[in-house]
């Protein structure tokens, strides 16, 4: 069952939108001048396309015009007239600016679509196939940061001062190396049932052997902190404190996460911890509460981040949940089942509240890849050798606008038996990251930049 729609006050109206996308425009820039920008008379004059479609609750708008600019096709939402050209850059300090993008940046970067969408999958998940991504085909690219861009130009025009994006040291784009912390004891079980499967006892009876002898595969966290160390990187870590599987039967964690933190401590040195909040907790405040109780009885300090386990978000209830908990910052917004940007856009936002008609306080860090998303049986099965030449237009992407890569690769997937989206297929991806000299930041140095 779905949450209901809460009743929408105040409205969302032109200027609450206007204002939710200044703002972030405003964050994406340094020291952006003061230029009027609307929908009247003002120095950067946006076409208003909208007509009344954000006084009802449809989730999708019509299908998008599409514009050839700076070397890519892109969709426009809520372009009337597409027969002008995109930018008129006028004597005088004035801009024309014909594609209404101002309510398509807040449709994709509110999450308009999945809040009032009823498509959910089997997890209480909105899928990537009901999504404007899947269906025209832009999931890998930030239209907001180009649409952010038009804008940009038109101001650069008006003011004569060029903007550049806020920076991360010096880098030209930032790096967010995450692990979710699923399972530390259970890398010996699939092989143990396969060969009991196939009747091969000796087999099963050497894999249980291991298992009660020897330190479990998964067990790898202080190789997975060295690992991403090596490259002058960052972890951070978003632990289980439920061990016990979700109502729905789907599990959680496979160790208890109080009894192991002082290995767990050891192992991690001094690396960032989050919450990882277990299954059903996007829905449950009072629960997820409890949660970062003892995620924090175990760090001893505050645990700002979170990210939920197999992604779960309700649209109508977490971000709710999330302020009231008062969370610094989420990762959980991306597809699991493709890699890209979930809304359209490649560095930290605030999720709108749209029962209050305000941005959300915490920080939404989206999630651009996930390892189980390149090869699991219900997502990509990409090819070893795929992968880094899959990723790297994305990639492209983010460094183009200076935006944030968040990168999952679970503590799982560091063993050496995984050939698909293994360590080779992490060092390759890190290698590149580095080459691109990328910052590697962790949750809380991003919560800072964006300040």
Same mark, same amino acid.
């Given at each position: 069952?779905?949450?209901?729609?809460?009743?929408?006050?105040?409205?969302?109206?032109?200027?609450?939108?206007?204002?939710?996308?200044?703002?972030?425009?405003?964050?994406?820039?340094?020291?952006?001048?003061?230029?009027?920008?609307?929908? !009247?008379?003002?120095?950067?004059?946006?076409?208003?396309?909208?007509?009344?479609?954000?006084?009802?609750?449809?989730?999708?708008?019509s299908?998008?015009?599409?514009?050839?600019?700076?070397?890519?096709?892109?969709?426009?939402?809520?372009?009337?007239?597409? !027969?002008?050209s995109? #930018?008129?850059?006028?004597?005088?300090?004035?801009?024309?600016?014909?594609?209404?993008?101002?309510?398509?940046?807040?449709?994709?970067?509110?999450?308009?679509?999945?809040?009032?969408?009823?498509?959910?999958?089997?997890?209480?998940?909105?899928?990537?196939?009901?999504?404007?991504?899947?269906?025209?085909?832009?999931?890998?690219?930030?239209?907001?940061?180009?649409y952010?861009?038009?804008?940009?130009?038109?101001?650069?025009?008006?003011?004569?001062?060029a903007?550049?994006?806020?920076?991360?040291?010096?880098?030209p784009? =930032?790096?967010?190396v995450?692990?979710?912390?699923?399972?530390?004891?259970?890398?010996?079980?699939?092989?143990?049932?396969?060969?009991?499967?196939?009747?091969? #006892?000796?087999?099963?009876?050497?894999?249980?052997?291991?298992?009660?002898?020897?330190?479990?595969?998964?067990?790898?966290?202080?190789?997975?902190?060295?690992?991403?160390?090596?490259y002058?990187?960052?972890s951070?870590?978003?632990?289980?404190?439920?061990?016990?599987?979700?109502?729905?039967?789907?599990?959680?964690?496979?160790?208890?996460?109080?009894?192991?933190?002082?290995?767990?401590?050891?192992?991690?040195?001094?690396?960032?911890?989050?919450?990882?909040?277990?299954?059903?907790r996007?829905?449950?405040?009072?629960?997820?509460?409890?949660?970062?109780?003892?995620?924090?009885?175990?760090?001893?300090?505050?645990?700002?981040?979170?990210?939920?386990h197999?992604?779960?978000?309700?649209?109508?209830?977490?971000?709710?949940?999330?302020?009231?908990l008062?969370?610094?910052?989420?990762?959980?917004?991306?597809?699991?089942?493709?890699?890209?940007?979930?809304?359209?856009?490649c560095?930290?936002?605030?999720?709108?509240?749209?029962?209050?008609?305000?941005?959300?306080?915490?920080?939404?860090?989206?999630?651009?890849?996930?390892?189980?998303?390149l090869?699991?049986?219900?997502?990509?099965?990409?090819?070893?050798?795929?992968?880094?030449? =899959?990723?790297?237009?994305?990639?492209?992407?983010?460094?183009?606008?200076?935006?944030?890569?968040?990168?999952?690769?679970?503590? !799982?997937?560091?063993?050496?038996?995984?050939?698909?989206?293994?360590?080779?297929?992490?060092?390759?991806?890190?290698?590149y990251?580095?080459?691109?000299?990328?910052?590697?930041?962790?949750?809380?140095?991003?919560?800072?930049?964006?300040?």
């Open positions: 069952m779905l949450p209901p729609l809460p009743v929408l006050a105040p409205i969302i109206t032109a200027e609450t939108r206007l204002a939710y996308v200044l703002r972030h425009f405003r964050e994406a820039y340094t020291n952006v001048p003061a230029v009027s920008i609307g929908y !009247e008379e003002a120095q950067v004059r946006i076409a208003d396309g909208a007509g009344q479609f954000f006084e009802q609750t449809h989730p999708y708008p299908a998008p015009a599409y514009r050839d600019y700076r070397g890519q096709r892109l969709p426009f939402f809520f372009d009337a007239a597409p !027969e002008n995109l #930018l008129e850059l006028l004597p005088a300090g004035r801009a024309i600016i014909h594609a209404d993008i101002v309510a398509a940046a807040f449709y994709l970067l509110s999450g308009w679509q999945e809040f009032f969408s009823e498509e959910r999958d089997r997890h209480g998940r909105f899928p990537y196939a009901a999504s404007v991504q899947h269906r025209y085909g832009f999931v890998t690219v930030p239209v907001v940061n180009y952010f861009d038009v804008l940009k130009t038109a101001v650069e025009h008006v003011s004569g001062q903007l550049t994006p806020k920076g991360w040291a010096g880098a784009f =930032a790096a967010f995450t692990h979710d912390i699923d399972n530390l004891h259970s890398a010996w079980k699939q092989p143990a049932k396969q060969a009991l499967k196939a009747g091969h #006892l000796l087999g099963f009876s050497r894999q249980l052997w291991q298992h009660l002898t020897r330190p479990d595969a998964w067990d790898n966290l202080a190789r997975v902190q060295q690992t991403v160390a090596g002058g990187a960052k951070t870590f978003f632990f289980l404190p439920e061990h016990r599987p979700g109502a729905n039967g789907t599990p959680n964690a496979d160790y208890a996460v109080a009894k192991a933190w002082p290995r767990i401590a050891a192992a991690i040195g001094n690396s960032e911890v989050g919450l990882h909040g277990s299954i059903g996007a829905r449950e405040g009072s629960n997820l509460k409890a949660e970062q109780h003892r995620m924090q009885d175990c760090t001893r300090g505050p645990v700002d981040g979170i990210r939920f197999y992604l779960g978000w309700e649209p109508r209830v977490t971000p709710f949940i999330l302020d009231t008062l969370f610094a910052y989420d990762s959980t917004l991306g597809f699991a089942e493709h890699y890209g940007f979930r809304n359209s856009y560095r930290p936002f605030h999720p709108f509240n749209f029962a209050a008609g305000k941005p959300c306080t915490f920080l939404e860090i989206p999630l651009n890849v996930m390892d189980a998303t090869y699991h049986p219900n997502y990509l099965q990409l090819a070893p050798d795929k992968v880094l030449p =899959a990723l790297r237009p994305m990639f492209e992407e983010i460094e183009r606008f200076g935006g944030v890569c968040t990168v999952l690769w679970h503590n !799982e997937n560091f063993d050496p038996a995984n050939q698909h989206n293994g360590p080779q297929q992490f060092h390759a991806l890190m290698e990251l580095r080459s691109r000299r990328a910052a590697f930041v962790n949750g809380t140095d991003i919560c800072v930049t964006m300040s």
